[in-house]
């Protein structure tokens, strides 16, 4: 039993990791492709127009996935930087600093589409709601994150401010999130809800095959910078010299 | 299929310039972003490339000297 036993904790080196995570790529694009085409189809193509809203709400097929990873995403991102600031594992703080970027487009994809969607319905771009103003704070939590960890030049300090102010802004996640119930918002409540959906069953696949791509995105991308970054930080290592350098380079 | 034709599905009933600006967009970004991540990859391989071989010839031709 033991000789089958796979050491998870071996993929907690950035030398076990970077090959895994480049096995793994191709896979999440595969399912991101696959997840994407289903949930477009069904969401523009299949589901019928909502009563209220006309064919403009079909923008929550693309608003809701980007506001969810947004969210989500950053508490991926801070329990990663959490982990790496408690346990100093190399790896951990290359995965939050991987996700960032990624979280930040998707809060930006979230405020974009959400303007869009709110012009014709409620006739305004943006409005300061709560909603909207906590999710305009955690694309600020984002870049303010990146540039943190830009302006510090030792990878490890940089790791640790940006664990930090990562930790402190989880605060503001359970804020976007029960926004709409704490306060007496012009966003609309929840349209998912586990015992009873406000949706029709075929918006709600919709819904969910287009969250599902767009995680699977997220996996993929963040998957990638992280093997950027694992090599920019062990390039003193000799692996990376021999992962980079081919035997018949060598004079 | 909801749609009865090609322009009714492009008009989006007068919404068309909310959804396809919002299709627009994010398909644009997400596009954008995993090849801007290849490219830096791509661009710091050929750096440490060119920094390794540099390193073994000078390595070498430090050998030969001796």
Known sequence: MSNKHINWFRFASPQAFYPLAGKMIPWFWALAAIFGVAGLYVGFLVAPTDAQQGEGYRIIFLHVPASWMSMFIYLVMAFWAGLGLAFNFRLSGMMATALAPTGALFAFLSLWTGALWGKPMWGAW????????????????????????????????????????????????????????????????????LAKSSMAAVMLWGMLLCALACWMYAIAVALMRVRTIILERERHTDWVRAELIQPADEV | MYWNSLAEFLAMGKHGVYVWGSVGVMAALMVLEPVLVIKGQRGLVARLRRQFRAENAEKTSRQEKR
Do not use: C, M
Not at chain 1, 159 to 166: F, P, R, S
């Open chain 1, 126 to 193: 943006w409005v300061w709601d709560a909603r909207l103003t906590s999710e305009l704070i955690l694309l600020f939590l984002y870049v303010g994150f990146i540039a943190l960890q830009s302006a510090i030049d030792d990878p490890r300090r940089a790791d640790k401010a940006g664990a930090i102010l990562a930790l402190v802004g989880v605060v503001n996640v359970p804020i976007i999130y029960f926004s709409v119930k704490w306060w007496n918002t012009l966003h609309q409540g929840s349209s998912v809800n």
